[in-house]
């Protein structure tokens, strides 16, 4: 069975400073990864997703992310933040297997300070 | 990007009553359909895997005579939260995946709000 450890619940950042939400995950098979960014009383928004290929994935809003197999992560940065990426982030994977269903993370906020 | 709606974005009700929510994929057919629960400062709770034209797969835990699903088309399907009780009162939200995109990506709702007096 699939697992995802989100390692830090908050993440306080000054705007303009780099930031890496880390993500690690547990699984026997082959994977597809996902994050996905919750603005308050919002649904949720793909911001990038890897599925094979480059370990590099760039997504939305300037983030981007690495798979790493060895370490099983897939940590989400951005090089300058800005106040408006202040939200909750969540990590998820999914056995491609099955239905598409996906664990989450416990999620991480994203505090971005002026 | 697929569009997926929900209706209402938030409900009200007695304790006792009967609450529907709607999910719709907009501009593509979504053959499977997930409903998650979320409570306050928390993540996503899967709460069962819904396909087009069969019966829903609950999670463990999750009573299927308490949250009737149904995914009557391939663009629609609703959740019933039955005899609601206060402790039901959480945020829903459905997502869909079909044939647009790739990966089996969920296309996610914008989520419903519901409060159970």
């Known amino acids: 069975a699939q697992s995802v450890t989100q390692l830090d619940s908050q993440v306080p950042v000054f705007e303009e400073a780099p930031v890496e939400l880390r993500c690690n995950y547990s699984s026997s098979v082959s994977v597809y990864l996902f994050w996905y960014v919750q603005y308050p009383n919002q649904g949720l928004q793909l911001l990038l997703k890897?599925?094979?290929?480059?370990?590099l994935v760039k997504g939305i809003n300037g983030f981007e992310a690495e798979f790493n197999k060895s370490q099983t992560s897939f940590h989400l940065r951005k090089p300058s933040v800005h106040i408006s990426d202040t939200a909750e982030y969540f990590c998820a994977v999914s056995d491609p297997g099955n239905t598409g269903k996906l664990i989450f993370g416990q999620g991480t906020t994203l505090q971005v300070k002026p | 990007g697929a569009v997926v709606s929900q209706h209402p974005s938030r409900v009200i009700c007695k304790s006792g009553t009967s609450v529907k929510i709607e999910c719709r994929s907009l501009d593509f057919q979504a053959t499977t359909m997930f409903w998650y629960r979320q409570f306050p400062k928390q993540s996503l709770m899967l709460m069962a895997t819904s396909n087009e034209g069969s019966k829903a797969t609950y999670e463990q835990g999750v009573e299927k005579d308490k949250f009737l699903i149904n995914h009557a088309s391939l663009t629609l399907s609703t959740l019933t939260v039955t005899s609601a009780h206060p402790e039901d009162s959480s945020f829903y939200i459905c997502s869909a995946s079909g044939n647009s995109g790739g990966g089996n990506e969920q296309f996610f709702g914008p989520g419903t709000r519901l409060t159970v007096l």
């Open positions: 890897y599925l094979s290929g480059s370990t």
